[in-house]
């Protein structure tokens, strides 16, 4: 993963017991890895209080070039909208079997 982007993935979980806790992180990179791959570089993943999700790069050092910088804003952008996306519609669904 030399010279690669690491990106952290805050999930937003809100206060979900251990199991909702699995089955959201589950959904959620499950879903991000849909249209994302290794050649992009690596995602960690982090559940945190709170409904807030959030997509960083957090070694944007690596990125350099002018080109690079534009595709990697595009790419965060879209995943942070893929997951916001993803985490609503799975809220959605727990209300309704509630």
Known sequence: MKNKPIYVAYIGVGDSDQHE???VMKSAY???????NDKDGEVIFIPIRGTDSRFECINPKYITEDEL???NRLLIDELHEHLDSHLKQL???????E
Do not use: P, Q, Y
């Not at 809220?91 to 079997?97: A, C, F, H, L, N």
């Open 21 to 23: 806790l699995e089955n």
């Open 30 to 36: 499950e879903s991000l890895n849909s249209i994302f």
């Open 69 to 71: 910088i534009r595709k």
């Open 91 to 97: 809220t959605k669904d727990d209300k309704k079997v």
